[in-house]
């Protein structure tokens, strides 16, 4: 039998999410929840749902899903799903998992109470290539990790009727954006042991930019940058001491690596006035490295296709773990997320004790 979910929400990341659902293996929608009938209606219409709910508090034991997917603003994560929890309901939380770590805790602890299912919805950890990635970092594929790089910005305007500009609603760079980075670098490389932040607050209350430095217990350190306002280069990549490995495609959707190696020079006592050094500053030679570099690009690329849209990889998680038994994911432990709220939180104190 197929398991059952409904869809608490009806904006665009819901839209995407039911989208990817349909890829996946023994799993179906089969409610919409909403605020207003009227939206909920039109959305199950959309995607040929077969039932609707008015009303976020009108759930109980006796509706018809297994798992509900929530996707309200972060403001209200944890109300809906500690709802759906004392209900028996399994649950999977869009990012970021909460507003804040303490109310991360709440969910979890009602989770671990009730003995029911709860999960992150980072659905870039499921992603072929994100795990591709991981594999060879792990295989020693770059020698030893020592720094990192992720970003995703975007420019907007500034609208405060728009939930990523709403304080009230959990907007805010970090909220919208910045958890990607920071949620795959803590499946790689742990929680952070330190945590320091730059950011400019907008006029709407919210961070509209963020400039986070991480450091690792391996030693390794790594850089964020996330923004509402300006747009950025929204990739990732690992450096080690025998080369590099970055993301093919945007840290949100990648759909391949790619992997340059390089052993480590040896730094001699060369003057630079050697005639090979001499002639590769000479301006015909710069000209055909530059129209190189323009052509060509370094590196080995492993590509890593994902099918649909790739949202279903979270989904098919979540039917393994509940057909295993399992109250959490390996992949995306409760413990996890609350670490991660717990990184977000330090960054929003680091930023907001420096105005705007």
């Known amino acids: 039998m197929d398991t059952r979910w409904a869809i608490f929400g009806t904006g665009g990341i819901s839209a995407k999410f039911v989208s990817g659902l349909r890829h996946a293996k023994g799993a179906k929608p089969q409610l919409v929840v909403s605020r207003s009938a009227e939206s909920g209606r039109r959305f199950a219409q959309a995607f040929g749902i077969p039932e609707v709910a008015e009303g976020y508090d009108s759930v109980t034991a006796a509706s018809p899903f297994d798992v509900a997917y929530i996707a309200t603003p972060p403001s209200e994560h944890a109300r809906h799903a500690i709802a759906c929890i004392e209900a028996g309901k399994a649950v999977l939380i869009e990012k970021p998992f909460a507003s804040s770590v303490a109310e991360a805790r709440r969910i979890a602890d009602a989770a671990r109470a009730q003995g029911v299912f709860c999960m992150e919805a980072m659905w870039t950890r499921f992603n072929p290539a994100a795990r591709r990635l991981r594999d060879l970092i792990r295989d020693g594929a770059i020698g030893e990790v020592r720094q990192a790089h992720g970003a995703f910005c ?22 919208q954006l910045g958890v990607y980075p920071i949620s795959l670098l803590h499946w790689l490389f742990g929680a952070p042991e330190g945590v320091e932040a730059f950011g400019r607050i907008g006029d709407t209350g919210v961070e509209e930019d963020a400039a986070i430095s991480l450091r690792f217990a391996g030693g390794a350190v790594a850089t964020v940058n996330t923004s509402l306002r300006a747009l950025g280069d929204n990739g990732l990549r690992i450096g080690g001491t025998h080369g590099s490995i970055a993301f093919e495609g945007p840290i949100f959707r990648p759909y391949g690596v790619r992997v340059q190696r390089m052993a480590p020079r040896r730094k001699g006592s060369d003057t630079g006035l050697g005639r090979k050094a001499l002639l590769r500053e000479q301006g015909l030679p710069q000209k055909l490295s530059q129209w190189h570099g323009l052509l060509t690009r370094s590196g080995k690329v492993d590509r890593q296709l994902f099918a649909g849209n790739g949202y279903h990889y979270q989904v098919e998680e979540v039917g393994r773990c509940l057909a295993a038994g399992l109250q959490e994911s390996p992949e995306m432990t409760l413990a996890d997320s609350i670490a991660v709220m717990e990184t977000m939180d330090t960054v929003r104190e680091r930023i907001g004790g420096q105005g705007k």
Not at 155 to 172: E, H, L, M
């Open 154 to 175: 975007f420019t907007n305007k500034p609208d405060a009727a728009n939930t990523s500009f709403d304080p009230q609603r959990g907007g805010g760079a970090l909220a």
